[in-house]
């Protein structure tokens, strides 16, 4: 049912309103220019902000959308695009004893590969298996296809010379030439004609061995050259004696260290301290111009000379 039209009453139904009435009236809806403009900023701050908030989702999703197309890209050119794949690689030598080529020939399966999948772990792994006297691999990478590989060999500790059984009593004399040598790893290795850096190096004699030491193969353990250094030392420091030679039996795993040209007899299978204190008391009850071939101090009970 529609309503009639609004109108205004008639002027006779009109109730007279006091002044008082309209300033009260006037006070409670009228609104000041102060008001309006705060309610007003109070709209455009809720909106803006809202606005805003809109607009930060959209760069979210947008940005995320973004970065996974990125990723699947990179994936895509790393997995079949023939950039960034290794097509060089250069090999630094530290040490004349290391072979360029071998390093290079050990690398060689790594051309073709994405040059962010090689791995310094994986190239010292690969280098450890044929060159045992690795020290240190430091490995750089210059995209998008260059692979810069730096070796760094274990130093080496005495220079060595192989003696078929039977020959330990050969003169020491003539081993200028020696061109084999034992890391502070105990691994055998062999040098190419011209090194000079080791001239200054002692002398060991391997003897007792089962198979011919081959370049690379570990023959000595790290305790049992540290446990000759060590005796070498003492002799010097505290009897005041130099070593003239050094004898290693590899598979008895005993050396014989020759002074005033008696020689001494160790092991590395009792304490050295021991060794030494026996000897100290061979020196004191008997003395060392008593004995004219060796000085047996491996037993613990007794010390044998000849």
């Known amino acids: 049912m529609s309503l009639r039209p609004a109108s205004r009453l008639p002027r006779r139904f009109n109730r007279p309103v006091s002044r008082r009435t309209q300033r009260l009236v006037a006070?409670?809806?009228?609104?000041s220019l102060r008001s309006r403009l705060a309610v007003r900023w109070r709209r455009w701050v809720h909106a803006t902000r809202?606005?805003?908030?809109?607009?930060?989702?959209?760069?979210?999703?947008?940005?995320?959308i973004t970065l996974v197309a990125?990723?699947?890209?990179?994936?895509?050119?790393?997995?079949?695009?023939?950039?960034?794949?290794?097509?060089?690689?250069?090999?630094?030598?530290?040490?004349?004893?290391?072979?360029?080529?071998?390093?290079?020939?050990?690398?060689t399966p790594l051309f073709g590969r994405s040059l962010i999948t090689v791995s310094s772990r994986e190239i010292r792994g690969m280098l450890e298996q044929r060159i045992m006297d690795i020290r240190t691999v430091t490995v750089n990478k210059r995209h998008p296809s260059q692979l810069f590989v730096r070796v760094e060999l274990a130093p080496l500790v005495a220079r060595a010379r192989v003696l078929a059984p039977g020959e330990e009593n050969l003169p020491v004399q003539g081993s200028g030439s020696l061109m084999?040598?034992?890391?502070?790893?105990?691994?055998?290795?062999?040098?190419?004609?011209?090194?000079?850096?080791?001239a200054t190096l002692p002398i060991?004699?391997?003897?007792?061995?089962?198979?011919?030491?081959?370049?690379?193969?570990?023959?000595?353990?790290?305790?049992?050259?540290?446990?000759?250094?060590?005796?070498?030392?003492?002799?010097?420091?505290?009897?005041?004696?130099?070593?003239q030679r050094r004898i290693a039996f590899i598979r008895a795993q005993e050396f014989h260290l020759t002074v005033d040209k008696v020689s001494l007899w160790f092991d590395v299978?009792?304490?050295?301290?021991?060794?030494?204190?026996?000897?100290?008391?061979?020196?004191?009850?008997?003395?060392l111009?008593?004995?004219?071939?060796?000085?047996?101090?491996?037993?613990?009970?007794?010390v044998i000379y000849r």
């Open 27 to 31: 006070r409670k809806h009228s609104t």
């Open 50 to 64: 809202r606005n805003a908030a809109s607009w930060r989702r959209s760069v979210i999703q947008w940005s995320a």
């Open 70 to 107: 990125l990723a699947l890209l990179a994936a895509g050119i790393v997995a079949f695009s023939p950039i960034g794949q290794v097509e060089e690689i250069r090999v630094t030598r530290t040490d004349p004893r290391l072979d360029i080529e071998e390093v290079q020939q050990v690398l």
């Open 180 to 198: 084999t040598f034992i890391t502070d790893r105990g691994t055998f290795a062999v040098v190419l004609p011209g090194f000079t850096d080791g």
């Open 204 to 243: 060991v004699d391997l003897v007792d061995w089962g198979v011919r030491p081959q370049p690379g193969s570990p023959i000595l353990s790290q305790e049992f050259l540290s446990r000759m250094e060590q005796a070498v030392e003492t002799l010097s420091t505290q009897f005041g004696q130099k070593v």
């Open 269 to 287: 299978r009792s304490s050295l301290e021991e060794q030494l204190v026996r000897y100290r008391i061979f020196l004191r009850s008997v003395g």
């Open 289 to 302: 111009s008593e004995a004219k071939v060796y000085v047996d101090l491996r037993l613990a009970d007794r």
